[in-house]
């Protein structure tokens, strides 16, 4: 089943304590994203990535790494974690053949940070 | 920099009866527009994707306009269903190209009562 998976679904954690959210996709395509979804702000990406070794800030990428070292892999990085964090996160991936960016979306990890 | 409006207002309709949700976007006109699904605490789901060269696209019981001078796009669910309520998004991609960036609408609320 063509699929984006996430991990972990829920965390609660602490200010300052560095965190890892994965997120993997296994259509092979070269586009991922990762987004955050906060009420009355709605979908806001945060970086993205055209294919391995290669991203880009989105539009709120402060607090935030990435890397892709792998093309089915995009996992999110917060370093240093902050309560402005505590939000409902999904990551995306789409392929650029047709030029449409249909996004797969992942099942959403819902993050507080304390 | 590009901007889309959707109406943040939920549209509470009648079972049977026509949905139509409108999103509007204020600077170019781009080369498509998406339309999601999205359920509470899931991952937005494609629906449709219209391009800027086309008026209207159908899909079983979806509709969706795209009127470049009005810079406007409809989406239209006809023989409305209790199973259509969720939240619907529209999207369009952030400048030029296929580059895997999209920027998305907050969404308009769609209850549909039996």
Known sequence: ??????????????????????????????????????????????????????????????????????????PLILESPSPNQTSLYFCASSSPSGNTDTQYFGPGTRLTVL | SQKIEQNSEALNIQEGKTATLTCNYTNYSPAYLQWYRQDPGRGPVFLLLIRENEKEKRKERLKVTFDTTLKQSLFHITASQPADSATYLCALPNGSGNTGKLIFGQGTTLQVKP
């Open chain 1, 1 to 74: 089943e063509a699929q984006v998976t996430q991990n972990p679904r829920y965390l609660i954690t602490v200010t300052g304590k560095k965190l890892t959210v994965t997120c993997s996709q296994n259509m092979n395509h070269e586009y991922m994203s990762w987004y955050r979804q906060d009420p009355g702000l709605g979908l806001r990406q945060i970086y993205y990535s055209m294919n391995v070794e290669v991203t880009d800030k989105g539009d709120v990428p402060e607090g935030y790494k990435v890397s892709r070292k792998e093309k089915r892999n995009f």
